[in-house]
């Protein structure tokens, strides 16, 4: 993986592609120093550290994007009605929800590649905020209301995550 610094902007290269994030914060510089990145504060109070913690995190997820990625995978979870789930363009839309006749629909963020197969639904991508949105927004699609969840479980559900390769 390789990184590059310009001004606030940090773009990280690797066998999976590209990924670039700003950072910007008044306190907290981000500079390179002999091949590694480095998080620098003027006053290290609370905030600042948990600032700098937080950016740590960022350029870790950002690194195992382009090198291996991230891959959530759902179940489509049914009872009586069996749910069809297709993927169009950034749309994936999913048909006979508990019966009903029009379809629901969930966006599919950034660039993230989504397979529906069977009753399992994989997403997989480098950004890991895009992959996790697009997880949150097909759950929240398939949310039953006026219905009582602990009899009427259906839906689309994370099972697992962790890294593409």
């Given at each position: 993986?390789?990184?590059?610094?310009?001004?606030?902007?940090?773009?990280l290269?690797?066998?999976r592609?590209?990924?670039?994030?700003?950072?910007?914060?008044?306190?907290?510089?981000?500079?390179?120093?002999?091949?590694?990145v480095?998080?620098?504060?003027?006053?290290?109070?609370?905030?600042?550290?948990?600032?700098?913690g937080t950016?740590?995190?960022?350029?870790?997820?950002?690194?195992?994007?382009?090198?291996?990625?991230?891959?959530?995978?759902?179940?489509?979870v049914?009872?009586h009605f069996?749910?069809k789930?297709?993927?169009?363009?950034?749309?994936?839309?999913?048909s006979?929800?508990?019966?009903?006749k029009?379809?629901?629909?969930?966006?599919?963020?950034?660039?993230?590649?989504?397979?529906?197969?069977?009753?399992?639904?994989?997403?997989?991508?480098n950004?890991?905020?895009?992959?996790?949105?697009?997880a949150a927004?097909?759950?929240?699609a398939?949310?039953?209301?006026?219905?009582?969840?602990?009899?009427?479980?259906?839906?689309?559900y994370?099972?697992?995550?962790?890294?593409?390769?």
């Amino acid at each position: 993986v390789t990184f590059s610094i310009n001004k606030n902007d940090v773009k990280l290269s690797g066998p999976r592609g590209d990924l670039t994030r700003n950072f910007k914060h008044s306190m907290i510089s981000i500079s390179e120093n002999n091949g590694e990145v480095k998080l620098t504060g003027k006053k290290l109070r609370r905030k600042e550290k948990a600032m700098i913690g937080t950016w740590r995190a960022h350029l870790k997820n950002m690194a195992q994007g382009v090198s291996s990625g991230f891959l959530y995978e759902m179940k489509i979870v049914f009872a009586h009605f069996p749910m069809k789930v297709s993927v169009k363009g950034n749309v994936v839309t999913i048909s006979n929800f508990l019966g009903e006749k029009t379809p629901r629909n969930a966006n599919i963020c950034g660039d993230v590649k989504v397979i529906a197969k069977g009753d399992k639904v994989t997403i997989e991508g480098n950004h890991i905020e895009d992959v996790g949105q697009t997880a949150a927004n097909l759950e929240k699609a398939t949310v039953v209301k006026g219905r009582d969840i602990r009899v009427f479980q259906d839906g689309i559900y994370v099972i697992s995550k962790g890294a593409a390769q």
